[in-house]
């Protein structure tokens, strides 16, 4: 069960795991990437594919359409051959050109930049009614667009946080999404997620981590217990 005890002493852990990332990785100062609709769109193109292959498919979409007005009544095929490099480009091009035009048909133009200061509950209801969208995609235009406190969590972040033991792994991403939003400061949303996700992708790796490189051994429960025997803290 998850006491005050519990959340108290998962506090401290986020805030030292926080502070050995920084030092693996550096810090991560937030600075927007994309305005909300282009990230939108781009954290819908990453879905089932790499970073290099959404980045791809994003760029070629834009250098199409370079106004997303165009996209709206263009032919699917149009819409699908330039992001076919990410895979479900079927789905995803039904999936972008009925959002962009229900997002003209509500707010008469083709934008998202209300959802950064309208109530944050409100933007997540919005986001996450579009097809296609679901926490980890509404969570990542939040803070990565607007800064706003959202945690998105990817197979990345799940994995490097149910080997560390601040989630179940039966759990789900939703439930972790859940838990680490309420066990991680707000002011730290944007540095955990980026370092978390470099960690994932560069020593705590699905097959094979990095263990004996990875300055987290003491506090991950993975490390402790399943490699290793010995009682490790979880939760
Ligand atoms: S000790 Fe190993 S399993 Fe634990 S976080 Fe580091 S790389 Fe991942």
Redesign the pocket.
């Known amino acids: 069960m998850r006491g005050r005890t519990a959340v108290s002493n998962a506090g401290s852990k986020i805030l030292e795991i926080d502070r050995r990332l920084v030092e693996m990785y550096g810090p991560k100062p937030w600075s927007p990437r994309y305005n909300p609709l282009d990230e939108f769109v781009y954290t819908i193109l990453s879905q089932n594919t790499t970073d290099v292959n959404s980045l791809r498919a994003f760029e070629r979409l834009r250098q199409k359409f370079p106004r997303w007005d165009d996209l709206i009544d263009a032919p699917l095929p149009e819409i699908e051959e330039p992001i076919s490099v990410g895979g479900l480009s079927e789905v995803k091009a039904v999936w972008i050109r009925d959002a962009l035009k229900r997002i003209k048909e509500e707010h008469g133009k083709l934008s998202l930049d209300f959802i950064c200061t309208m109530d944050l509950q409100e933007a997540w209801d919005y986001l996450i009614s579009f097809k296609g969208v679901g926490a980890k995609t509404a969570a990542i235009v939040l803070l990565f667009s607007c800064g706003r406190p959202a945690f998105p969590v990817d197979t990345h972040v799940y994995r490097?946080s149910w080997?560390?033991g601040l989630v179940e792994q039966k759990g789900g991403p939703e439930r972790a999404h859940r838990l680490l939003q309420e066990m991680i400061p707000t002011e730290l949303y944007y540095q955990m997620h980026i370092n978390t996700v470099l960690h994932g992708r560069q020593?705590?790796r699905a097959r094979n981590?990095?263990?004996s490189k990875?300055l987290?051994?003491d506090l991950?429960w993975?490390?402790l217990e399943v490699l290793h025997g010995e009682a490790g803290s979880r939760y």
Do not use: E, G, I
């Open positions: 490097v080997r560390l020593t705590c981590p990095l263990c990875c987290l051994r991950c993975y490390y």
